[in-house]
């Protein structure tokens, strides 16, 4: 990626509709605001308009932040208030309108992305946000990912506060967002008696000059925040929880006057520094991470070998087998490819049985370069039968871009025994009992590739494929950044 490049970030905001290019680090090349609008053909005709401002030759993916309910696998819209953009297919006009990926979440979510890479919880990893403005918008990050359970998790407003509060239009009672947001802040303040035009300031001064009604409205509305993001802590333990939003400062100056409360769940409130910008910024970081393919194993570019790696007999392929049934990665062994050659030809000696084994090595890699993106593979061979630069080649044409490697072992006189006990049912061409000691000093100096993380496997011991399975599935996630 050239320093040139960068992606269209948009945020669907109650008002405005906001545009930006943005660099892969964040930074804004260029911005657009323009008024929205609440009819859904009006309102994605005017994205549109304003993807076409922002496109260009470098452009390498589209990423919006949507209000409302968003399928964040599928990117699929779900619901809305103000603006319902359920039912469009806006994800894929887009990407047919525009020939570029397209990244679509929740706005809040976008804004997580944006204030846990450059805002306010920079570098942390696991963070939890909520936006405070008409209504309670909500996400949660996870070892940097935004958590999406099936469909879209992170519906922050509607945790249950008050069990028997106001109605909410989710269904429930007693949603934070109910209690807490801007709307009920209103309804706080008409029900002590204050008059329609009485902001927060007005009532932040009286209460911190010890008035007893504006002290009694920080409390009915301050109150149930603080139970939820306790909640929050206390399901997700993140490192800081962010209050973003119009009114996500005036929401975390409130708490300062609830009484003091130590729980387990104590947890460090911040409040989000990227205001505005935190949705553009966020969708185009977005739509960076989804053109390279690190929004999640299935979009990945390029492909991922898993090497099951040994000496002859070191029992390398009934653990690959059971890899592969367990992970569901298809399973390539260099002997399922060779065997059915030395079973038609005939009279293949022991320098033919190698060539054999070069050209089934090939079509192993061969195979998986005729496969789609984000394929996993796992393929058992003894790697070692072939320089380190054969095997580099191979991976670099097949696009493999992640490898890890299980090691299988065991001690020479194990696997001598192992391969004396198969040599009478080996195909001709393999080399019979005499290779036994050649087997043995091989064993003594092989060791694995180490192209990536290495798993060393006893294959003596009994085996916890559950927990090896695990480990492969970390060894060949997507890098976190
Ligand atoms: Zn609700």
Same mark, same amino acid.
């Given at each position: 990626?050239?320093?040139?490049?960068?992606?269209?970030?948009?945020?669907?905001?109650?008002?405005?509709?906001?545009?930006?290019?943005?660099?892969?680090?964040?930074?804004?090349?260029?911005?657009?605001?323009?008024?929205?609008?609440?009819?859904?053909?009006?309102?994605?005709?005017?994205?549109?308009?304003?993807?076409?401002?922002?496109?260009?030759?470098?452009?390498?993916?589209?990423?919006?932040?949507?209000?409302?309910?968003?399928?964040?696998?599928?990117?699929?819209?779900?619901?809305?208030?103000?603006?319902?953009?359920?039912?469009?297919?806006?994800?894929?006009?887009?990407?047919?309108?525009?020939?570029?990926?397209?990244?679509?979440?929740?706005?809040?979510?976008?804004? $997580?992305? %944006?204030?846990? #890479?450059?805002?306010? /919880?920079?570098?942390?990893?696991? !963070? &939890?946000?909520?936006?405070? =403005?008409? +209504?309670?918008?909500?996400?949660?990050?996870?070892?940097?990912?935004?958590?999406?359970?099936?469909?879209?998790?992170?519906?922050?407003?509607?945790?249950?506060?008050?069990?028997?509060?106001?109605?909410?239009?989710?269904?429930?009672?007693?949603?934070?967002?109910?209690?807490?947001?801007?709307?009920?802040?209103?309804?706080?303040?008409?029900?002590?008696?204050?008059?329609?035009?009485?902001?927060?300031?007005?009532?932040?001064?009286?209460?911190?000059?010890?008035?007893?009604?504006?002290?009694?409205?920080?409390?009915?509305?301050?109150?149930? $925040?603080? %139970?939820?993001? #306790?909640?929050?802590? /206390?399901?997700?333990?993140?490192? !800081? &929880?962010?209050?973003?939003? =119009?009114? +996500?400062?005036?929401?975390?100056?409130?708490?300062?006057?609830?009484?003091?409360?130590?729980?387990?769940?104590?947890?460090?409130?911040?409040?989000?520094?990227?205001?505005?910008?935190?949705?553009?910024?966020?969708?185009?970081?977005?739509?960076?991470?989804?053109?390279?393919?690190?929004?999640?194993?299935?979009?990945?570019?390029?492909?991922?070998?898993?090497?099951?790696?040994?000496?002859?007999?070191?029992?390398?392929?009934?653990?690959?087998?059971?890899?592969?049934?367990?992970?569901?990665?298809?399973?390539?062994?260099?002997?399922?490819?060779?065997?059915?050659?030395?079973?038609?030809?005939?009279?293949?000696?022991?320098?033919?049985?190698?060539?054999?084994?070069?050209?089934?090595?090939?079509?192993?890699?061969?195979?998986?370069?005729?496969?789609?993106?984000?394929?996993?593979?796992?393929?058992?061979?003894?790697?070692?039968?072939?320089?380190?630069?054969?095997?580099?080649?191979?991976?670099?044409?097949?696009?493999?871009?992640?490898?890890?490697?299980?090691?299988?072992?065991?001690?020479?006189?194990?696997?001598?025994?192992?391969?004396?006990?198969?040599?009478?049912?080996?195909?001709?061409?393999?080399?019979?009992?005499?290779?036994?000691?050649?087997?043995?000093?091989?064993?003594?100096?092989?060791?694995?590739?180490?192209?990536?993380?290495?798993?060393?496997?006893?294959?003596?011991?009994?085996?916890?494929?559950?927990?090896?399975?695990?480990?492969?599935?970390?060894?060949?996630?997507?890098?976190?950044?």
């Amino acid at each position: 990626m050239t320093s040139e490049t960068f992606a269209i970030g948009v945020d669907i905001g109650g008002t405005n509709l906001r545009a930006a290019r943005v660099a892969p680090s964040g930074e804004i090349l260029q911005k657009e605001v323009t008024p929205g609008s609440r009819d859904p053909s009006r309102a994605l005709a005017l994205i549109e308009e304003l993807i076409r401002k922002m496109n260009g030759t470098s452009a390498v993916a589209i990423g919006v932040g949507v209000p409302g309910r968003v399928n964040g696998w599928s990117g699929e819209v779900l619901s809305g208030g103000y603006l319902d953009l359920s039912g469009h297919d806006m994800k894929g006009n887009l990407a047919r309108a525009f020939g570029r990926p397209v990244a679509i979440e929740n706005d809040c979510g976008m804004a $997580l992305v %944006a204030e846990a #890479r450059l805002g306010a /919880a920079q570098g942390l990893s696991d !963070v &939890v946000m909520m936006t405070i =403005g008409t +209504g309670i918008g909500g996400a949660v990050m996870q070892s940097r990912q935004l958590v999406h359970g099936k469909q879209c998790a992170g519906q922050l407003g509607h945790l249950v506060v008050s069990v028997d509060g106001q109605p909410c239009r989710c269904g429930q009672r007693g949603c934070v967002e109910t209690e807490s947001s801007g709307s009920s802040l209103r309804r706080h303040l008409a029900e002590a008696g204050y008059d329609q035009n009485t902001m927060f300031e007005d009532v932040l001064r009286l209460a911190t000059s010890g008035d007893r009604n504006a002290l009694a409205v920080m409390h009915s509305w301050a109150a149930p $925040l603080r %139970a939820a993001i #306790r909640t929050l802590s /206390a399901a997700f333990d993140p490192e !800081v &929880v962010i209050l973003g939003g =119009g009114l +996500g400062d005036a929401a975390a100056r409130a708490q300062a006057f609830l009484p003091t409360l130590h729980s387990w769940y104590d947890v460090e409130v911040r409040i989000a520094v990227l205001g505005d910008d935190a949705g553009v910024i966020g969708s185009g970081l977005a739509a960076f991470d989804l053109a390279s393919g690190q929004r999640g194993p299935s979009s990945e570019v390029g492909k991922r070998l898993l090497m099951v790696n040994g000496v002859p007999a070191s029992g390398k392929s009934s653990l690959a087998r059971a890899i592969s049934v367990e992970t569901g990665w298809p399973l390539l062994g260099l002997d399922t490819i060779k065997t059915p050659f030395l079973e038609v030809l005939e009279n293949v000696d022991r320098s033919g049985n190698r060539l054999l084994g070069k050209a089934s090595y090939k079509a192993i890699f061969s195979i998986i370069e005729e496969s789609p993106e984000g394929a996993t593979f796992v393929v058992d061979a003894w790697f070692g039968f072939q320089p380190l630069a054969l095997l580099e080649e191979h991976i670099n044409m097949a696009r493999i871009t992640r490898v890890a490697e299980l090691w299988c072992r065991a001690p020479p006189e194990v696997l001598a025994g192992r391969y004396a006990d198969r040599s009478s049912r080996r195909v001709a061409g393999h080399p019979g009992l005499s290779y036994v000691p050649e087997l043995v000093e091989l064993a003594k100096r092989a060791g694995p590739f180490r192209l990536g993380p290495v798993l060393d496997i006893d294959t003596t011991a009994p085996q916890d494929i559950d927990a090896v399975a695990s480990w492969a599935r970390r060894a060949l996630a997507p890098a976190k950044r």
